[in-house]
């Protein structure tokens, strides 16, 4: 039995987009390991594209799930649960921990520059992937469901 | 003549933080310039030089906006300089310059695609882009807090 109006019964709610938070982490390095082979392990143009076109896709995707731009077709209610001061200050933490990552990563391709030829692509590719990953594991890892009382 | 207290010295620290961090980042971004006009494969020990100087900066001014400054001061001053409205400019700032890195990033992409950049300017432009977007968006998020006041 339902208690929600039936309109409404197949939109999200925002207990369905923080369980999709939690959730979602730990499939992203799968989701770039399969993109970046399709974009640098094939010769073809069509395929690169495609693959581009999905990485920057997933990449949006991500950024505005966790990192947020407002769920307007969420209720009021379910936009400030979503957007309340601890959801802030774990997004802050997550986007802290991806600037720091990405200054790393850059730190590293600008040293091993020296020694390899350092292909624009690919460092794109390592600088946003690398970034993201680290911000939304940091996400997932700040936003981990509490246990229950009597565990 | 009576020594300043701890909550005026940290409210001066404060203005003054406020005044420099943007003005920090216009100056970041327009030193970028010089590196514009460097070949990529510049072995020169000067260019490295400028190289390792430009990240060692953005790895200060990135500490600097982490830990809010005044590494000097007592500990007293430093914790009322990171109050609570310090610490929610701080969020906000962190995610408008990943946004910032991110948006960058995917449009380099995308240049690149018809126009070749080298390796060193994406990383130079995207990494750039991320520490000065933060740094403008706190200082001028402070600024508007103080002149609310």
């Known amino acids: 039995m339902s208690y929600r109006p039936r309109p409404d019964f197949d939109q999200p709610d925002a207990e369905s987009v923080q369980r999709s938070r939690r959730m979602l982490p730990w499939m992203i390095p799968l989701i770039f390991l399969q993109q970046g082979s399709l974009i640098f392990g094939h010769s073809e143009r069509l395929t690169q594209i495609v693959g581009t076109a999905a990485w920057a896709c997933v990449?949006?995707?991500?950024?505005?799930?966790?990192?947020?731009?407002?769920?307007?077709?969420?209720?009021?209610?379910?936009?400030?649960?979503?957007?309340?001061e601890r959801s802030r200050m774990v997004r802050g933490d997550a986007a802290s921990w991806g600037i720091a990552a990405l200054i790393l990563i850059g730190c590293?391709?600008?040293v091993a520059r020296l020694w390899v030829q350092l292909n624009a692509g690919i460092a794109i590719y390592g600088l946003v992937n690398g970034a993201l990953i680290v911000a939304v594991c940091r996400y997932g890892w700040l936003n981990r469901s509490e246990p229950d009382e009597d565990e | 003549m009576t020594q300043p207290s701890i909550s005026e010295k940290a409210e001066r620290l404060n203005k003054r933080r406020a005044r420099a961090l943007p003005a920090l980042g216009v100056i970041f971004l327009a030193q970028q310039a010089s590196f514009l006009s460097m070949p990529e494969r510049s072995a020169r020990p000067v260019d490295q030089l400028k190289i390792g100087a430009w990240l060692i900066l953005s790895i200060v001014l990135l500490a600097g906006l982490a830990t809010g400054g005044?590494?000097?001061?007592?500990?007293?001053?430093?914790?009322?300089?990171?109050?609570?409205?310090?610490?929610?400019?701080?969020q906000v700032g962190y995610v408008y310059g990943f946004w910032a890195a991110m948006g960058t990033a995917l449009g380099l992409y995308i240049v690149n695609l018809f126009e070749p950049v080298s390796g060193r300017e994406a990383v130079h432009i995207i990494v750039t882009v991320a520490v000065a977007t933060a740094l403008l968006n706190f200082g001028l998020l402070e600024r508007r807090a103080l002149r609310d006041c």
């Open chain 1, 59 to 84: 990449s949006l995707l991500m950024l505005w799930i966790f990192l947020g731009l407002p769920m307007r077709w969420l209720s009021e209610r379910d936009q400030a649960i979503i957007n309340d």
């Open chain 1, 108 to 110: 590293g391709m600008m």
């Open chain 2, 70 to 90: 005044a590494w000097f001061r007592p500990r007293a001053v430093r914790e009322l300089l990171n109050d609570e409205s310090t610490r929610a400019h701080r």
